[in-house]
């Protein structure tokens, strides 16, 4: 996959955190790092690497009353949020790609894919409230 689209990528997904249940109550804006990242297609094994590797950003923003999940040079709207009890799902699309963010509400970790028909992007990392 180019670098254009793995910067849009990370810059859409880059989310995760350290933070109490209380501060996901999406009433406050989160500040991201991804510290893991792999990248990956059908037929091939994941190639793991540092986040800097796919060309994600060091910090992105994720701001529920917004809707939209920012990073220095990109920003991309949240197209579907669902809160349950143990975690917060974030959903959306951007250049051609389909991204899911999953952010565990009592750590603050997250898990997040940007995918499409030739393969996957999957960040591992950690948010904390602004």
Not at 36 to 53: H, L, V
Not at 104 to 123: C, I, M, P, Q
Request: hydrophobic share 45%.
């Amino acid at each position: 996959m180019n670098v254009l689209i793995r910067m849009t990528f990370v810059a859409a997904l880059s989310m995760a955190g350290s933070v109490a249940a209380a501060d996901f109550a999406r009433s406050k804006r989160l500040i991201c790092a991804p510290v893991e990242a792999m990248d990956c297609m059908a037929g091939a094994e994941c190639i793991k690497g540092n986040p800097d590797d796919i060309g994600a950003p060091a910090f992105m923003r994720i701001d529920f009353a917004g809707k939209a999940i920012a990073g220095p040079g990109r920003t991309t709207p949240i197209k579907h949020m669902e809160t349950a009890a143990s975690q917060v799902l974030l959903q959306g699309t951007e250049v051609g790609y389909a991204w899911a963010l999953a952010l565990d509400r009592s750590s603050g970790k997250f898990s997040a894919t940007l995918t499409n028909r030739e393969g996957t992007f999957v960040l591992f990392g950690s948010c904390t409230p602004l």
